[in-house]
């Protein structure tokens, strides 16, 4: 009877030790990746990359998705959209050929990613409404197209200081709690750009 006690008092503190395991496990799966961000933002940090740094945007800017926007294929943006991935935005009045070749180079950054591809998304953001061509060369490129009117909120949180995110040939970089993190002027290499993803999705969880 006193053997059966004692096995049942040790089986009940080792269900205890693993219950303890699991929830400090699930504290630091959830909790590291946003200690990274954060002081990422208080140290200014930016990965080497060569010749071409990303710059960090500070404070970190929280999107605040407007209601109702839609996607090109007409289904509404959700409001988590920016949850969960890693983003590569590209954000323009109208699609020309600057545009067109920041697509490319998105889409190059992408697929050299491999295994952790399906921890980013591309994101297009234009005021552009016929997108079709890019579309089929893009298929997996997330276009929010919509009037200007209507697209003014979301892309003027891109904004880099006094310059206008629709005209400023930027790729901004938003970061799996919502945050625009960083931004790559036009003269930035994709391989540069590359680099700076590949060493964030090495370091985080988050995504």
Known sequence: ??????????????????????IISMVIFFLVPILVVVLMYKFNWKPSTG?????????????????????????????????????????AAKCEQACAAKLHDMRQIHVSLYKEMPRAQRVLITEQLDNAKYKKMYPELFIIDQPATSLTNLATQFNIGAESAVSSDRIFLVDPLGQIMMSYPFSSLAKDIRKDISQLLRYSWAG
């Open 51 to 91: 010749a071409c740094l990303g710059q960090l945007v500070t404070p970190a800017r929280l999107i605040n998705m407007p209601s109702g926007l839609k996607h090109s294929d007409g289904q509404t943006v959700a409001a988590d959209f920016w949850k969960d991935k890693w983003s590569i935005v590209y954000v």
């Open 1 to 22: 009877m006193q053997n059966n006690q004692t096995s049942h008092i040790n089986l009940n503190g080792e269900q205890q030790k693993k219950g303890r395991l699991v």
